[in-house]
């Protein structure tokens, strides 16, 4: 039997939960077990739990459906346990280094104690602001282990679940579990806590709890802050058919409507309409329960408790108004002219076009990426909807002739920015768009992140310099309803890089559908518009933006390299698009495609890609044609910019460091052997997860027309696809 049990539910935390179990399996004290409670084989934590799984048999995968709730995930965790202690640890939160042995060493000074309370440490999401620590309220107990009853105001009541860990004999002994609904904590700290007969504290940090930026799920306003009563009417029930004294009943009735009143106080919590009720349904429990000759607190304190008790609602909604301050009112766009300022405004005040949706790629670089991918299927599934690509002055050219757009900047801009129902955008809108409430906004993203993106970035100091305010960055993420992954890499690196209340999506993205719907035709045809020679190799070289240099700089002599490589190979090169208005760098056999509207034509042309660290290289792979990482300056790189995981481990081909060894992997042809294409399927296999051709269906079909996850089309295996096909020489 091990020491401990460690349970994790992981719903919602997919993309921090490698770091919860990186935290437990890296303890000196090693016996234990680690139980991870997924939503169900398929879900996003799912996969990263079976990986742990397969690689240390102290990991433990158990199911529980998200319709169950917090309470059941644990509740099936426990019923998986084997240990001799429970502990309880969310999916984003982790153990310090060395809690588990200073929970043992503090168990074989207390002996089999019932519960072992502990400190832990809250960690804001945020990491240049300080962390504070909580825990148990101070105990004057004569031994390290004591009877609830001498330290009454230990009620388990405000504390959390993992706060703790548990005997678990006690709690299936005592027929404890965590009960259904919301505010479980609340529940279960209070039946444990009645149910105790020793207990022990342990004053030392166990776990950190990150505090999320979008705060706790429970502070949300609806109808089940309602469950906090039906919570606490079940401990106060319990406690009473326990006969528990005067001394614990009062302390424990105290904190139970603590809780309660200050959910009741929240402006927000409850919905308006619904705020009368619950406070008298607070009164009636408070009276049902009250024990005799019970005194609220005395002074402030004691304020809401006095009229709480008195049923006083209309008294009690005036205190909590008194210094609340006014909500502010929402901030006007920056626009060029006061009368388009006015008229935006105006445009918010009418009601959303429920078929109006806006378009916008690359900050209005053209119809592009997974906006248009989008905007295509939606004509094709949704006819209803009416279609607005945004454009920048200029770009209008490069919209497809019969698709709706509107200049940035203009009135109509404006206009349909303020009336459409859905937003979609593979960057941002402007920080002075409102979120209209009903409007839903869609980010597609524009590539798989290898690069430190959002605020990962706040610790290079060179990136972070040209990032502008993070502040406003979390403004615009806090507009976005769904946000794109294309692969379970994508999904974590979102949540920790861009951490909003979204839920992600992860059906592909859109734009690499077309590497699984081209046929030979097409892919000659634009072969063809770009000026690829009859019989030739065109291999595509994409390096990508370095933030310390200014200027495009390729980084490779492409003459050279032509030269050295044979006489069949010319050079499709493509810039970062930060250089897509650069003019032509084309000459002998280099073909400059940078400008050239659509990746996706320029990647389908290719029958190689060299690249170094661009994001391109996610969406090639699935084609599944060669590629070669031209890896000249990684480590610093790596050092300036930042990345999320070591290229250099998990490489998508050949890794190579000189133009010469580069020419020779293609002069020699090994750059397309058996070698490079094992690397390329353990690659394609951990990044072409959801790119199966159908993400836009998936995409239109739940967002736009509201079908239910279960009804859209499955992702085809990654064994079961067919890539476009590449030119025939």
């Known amino acids: 039997m091990p020491r401990f049990s460690i349970v994790v539910p992981s719903h919602g935390v997919a993309g921090r939960l490698s770091l919860a179990l990186d935290s437990v399996l890296a303890q000196s004290f090693g016996d234990f077990e680690l139980i991870a409670v997924c939503d169900g084989p398929a879900a996003p934590a799912a996969g990263v739990a079976a990986d742990y799984a397969g690689r240390d048999s102290r990991v433990v995968l158990v199911h529980s459906p998200p319709s169950a709730g917090l309470g059941a995930a644990r509740n099936a965790g426990t019923r998986a346990a084997r240990g001799a202690y429970l502990l309880f640890l969310d999916g984003d939160d982790t153990l310090v280094p060395g809690a588990l042995s200073a929970l043992a060493a503090r168990l074989e000074e207390t002996g089999d104690v019932d519960v072992l309370y502990f400190e832990h440490e809250r960690t804001p999401w945020w990491d240049h602001e300080p962390a504070s620590t909580a825990g148990p309220p101070p105990v004057t107990a004569r031994g390290p282990a004591f009877s609830p009853a001498e330290a009454p105001h230990l009620t388990g009541v405000p504390l959390p679940a993992w706060s703790a860990v548990y005997r678990r004999s006690f709690v299936t002994g005592r027929g404890l579990a965590f009960p259904d609904g919301h505010r479980v904590d609340v529940g279960w700290g209070g039946l444990v806590t009645v149910a105790a007969e020793r207990v022990a504290v ?7 709890h990150l505090l999320r930026r979008q705060g706790s799920r429970l502070d949300l306003p609806g109808e089940h802050q309602f469950d906090l009563l039906d919570q606490t009417e079940r401990v106060l029930v319990r406690a009473t058919a326990e006969e528990l004294p005067k ?13 309660v009143l200050t959910v009741a106080a929240h402006p927000e919590q409850v919905p308006a309409h619904r705020r009368r009720a619950f406070f008298r349904r607070a009164h009636r429990l408070y009276r049902r329960h009250r024990p005799a000759g019970h005194r609220t607190p ?13 049923g006083a609602y209309t008294a009690f909604r005036a205190r909590c108004a008194t210094g609340r301050a006014a909500e502010a009112g929402r901030r006007l766009p920056r626009a060029a002219r006061l009368r388009t300022r006015l008229a935006y405004r105006r445009h918010l005040h009418r009601p959303l076009d429920e078929n109006l949706v806006v378009y916008c790629a690359y900050w209005g670089r053209g119809y592009a990426c997974s906006p248009a991918a989008l905007h295509a299927k939606a004509r094709e599934l949704a006819p209803h909807l009416r279609g607005v690509f945004l454009v920048e002055p200029g770009q209008e050219h490069t919209v497809p002739e019969g698709v709706d757009h509107a200049v940035i900047g203009s ?36 590539g798989t992140p290898l690069k430190a993106m959002g605020c990962d970035q706040s610790t290079y100091p060179v990136v972070a310099a040209q990032s502008g305010s993070f502040a406003k960055l979390l403004r615009r993420v806090d507009r976005w309803d769904y946000n794109l992954s294309s692969n379970r890499h994508s999904t974590e690196m979102w949540e920790r890089a861009f951490p909003g209340s979204y839920e992600p999506l992860e059906y592909g993205y859109p734009r690499n559908d077309v590497y699984c719907a081209a046929r030979a035709e097409d892919v000659a045809r634009v072969r063809r518009e770009l000026g690829v020679p009859e019989g030739k190799t065109a291999v595509l070289y994409a390096p990508t933006h370095r933030d310390h240099r ?37 000459g002998g056999r280099i073909i ?20 170094d660290y661009s994001s391109i290289m996610f969406d090639y792979a699935n084609l599944d044609r060669p590629i070669v990482v031209y890896a000249d300056d990684w480590e610093v790189y790596r050092e300036t910019r930042g990345v999320c995981f070591d290229l250099m481990d998990t490489p998508p081909g050949p890794v190579v460091r000189t133009p010469r060894d580069l020419a020779a992997l293609f002069r020699d042809g090994s750059y397309a052997g058996p070698e490079s294409a094992a690397l390329r399927a353990r690659f394609r296999e951990r990044f072409c997860q959801f790119d199966d051709g159908r993400a836009a269906e998936r995409v239109v079909r739940r967002v736009f027309l509201g079908q239910p996850p279960e009804a859209l089309p499955p992702v085809i295996p990654l064994a079961e696809r067919v890539p476009a096909p590449a030119a025939t020489h």
């Not at 005395?298 to 008195?310: M, S």
């Not at 400059?592 to 509207?597: L, M, N």
């Open 202 to 208: 342990l004053r030392q940090v166990v776990v950190r």
């Open 247 to 259: 001394e614990r009943f009062a302390p424990l009735f105290e904190q139970l409507f603590d809780a």
């Open 298 to 310: 005395r002074g402030r304190p004691g304020v809401p408790h006095r009229l709480l008790a008195t």
């Open 411 to 446: 009135r109509r801009y404006w206009k349909v920015l303020a009336r459409a129902k859905y937003l979609v955008n593979n960057a941002n809108f402007a920080d002075a768009v409102v979120k209209r409430p009903g409007s839903v906004h869609l980010q597609t993203q524009h």
């Open 550 to 586: 200014t200027g495009f700089e390729p980084g490779l002599d492409l003459e050279a390299f032509c030269a050295a490589a044979g006489e069949d190979v010319v050079v499709l090169l493509r810039a970062h698009y930060f250089y897509d208005r650069s003019g032509p760098r084309s």
């Open 592 to 611: 400059d495609v940078t400008a050239h509207r659509s990746s996706e034509d320029v990647c389908l042309a290719a029958d190689a890609l060299i690249t």
